[in-house]
Each structure stands twice: as C-alpha cells, then as structure tokens.
C-alpha cells in the first residue's frame, strides 16, 4: 500500500529510508515524531477510570449461576 505523504513523497519511501538508519538514528526520529504529536495534542494524555463505572457492566451474564459454583466447575475441568 503506498499513501502520497507530501508530493512525491510515499509512506513506503519514507519506511526505507527508515530501515537504512542506524538504530539510533531511528530512536532519535521516534523522539522527535512523539515530541510533534505532543505538541499538536494528537498524542492523549492517560484518564484516570473509575472502577465504580464498572459496576453492573455484565449484569445477566452468569444467567443466575452461583458464583462458587462456577469457580468449582472450572477448577474440575482442570483436573
């Protein structure tokens, strides 16, 4: 697949150029393309969650098993 990044410049040119790069060459191109993306907010920032969100979220999916019943018929099929 080739996408047009910049005239005539392709994405599968511009990733062998990237493979004919020292390792560390690479790692300061990673640097700087992580330090762009900050600055133009496309990279996000880690949310905190909620575990309380949580709650309810499979009400219904043990179709009213008990919960230690189906603990000892997994650990039986182990077995």
Not at 4 to 16: A, C, D, H, Q
Not at 18 to 27: D, G, K, V, Y
Not at 35 to 61: E, P
């Amino acid at each position: 697949m080739t996408i047009n990044v910049y005239g005539n410049v392709t994405l599968e040119r511009v990733k062998k150029e990237i493979e004919n790069m020292l390792p560390e060459e690479q790692l300061n191109l990673i640097d700087i393309l992580i330090h762009k993306l900050i600055s133009q907010r496309v990279v996000r920032k880690k949310t905190t969650v909620n575990i309380a969100d949580f709650y309810g979220l499979c009400r219904g999916m043990w179709n009213n098993e008990d919960a230690q019943e189906y603990v000892n018929k997994l650990r039986e099929e182990r077995i």
